[in-house]
């Protein structure tokens, strides 16, 4: 299984390089009035798609912050609360 997921790795690696190499031509971004940005096509894009995923992370911590909160108030709730009793069954009933 090891040996299966290196090989998908090295197979998506050489698949990125790839891309990479066939996509190097210059591409112009207008950005604001008067201002160009001038870069190879694939640094545009993995600057996009790194920017997607920070916008994507941010987004969630307002959940996790939440969750964390909840989650240490029913922990703290549960310790004051007296556990139940089981009824103790003797062993040879």
């Not at 299966?4 to 604001?32: E, G, H, K």
């Not at 600057?47 to 922990?75: D, M, T, W």
């Amino acid at each position: 299984m090891t040996a299966l997921t290196w090989a998908l790795r090295a197979i998506i690696f050489v698949f990125l390089v790839v891309f990479a190499t066939q996509n190097t031509d210059p591409a112009s971004l207008r950005l604001l009035p008067g201002i160009v940005w001038q870069t190879p096509l694939v640094i545009a894009l993995l600057v996009f798609f790194i920017g997607g995923v920070i916008l994507g992370a941010l987004s969630l911590l307002g959940v996790i912050f939440r969750q964390r909160r909840e989650i240490s108030r029913l922990k703290s709730g549960a310790a004051q609360k007296p556990a139940l009793r089981t009824p103790e069954v003797p062993l040879n009933a």
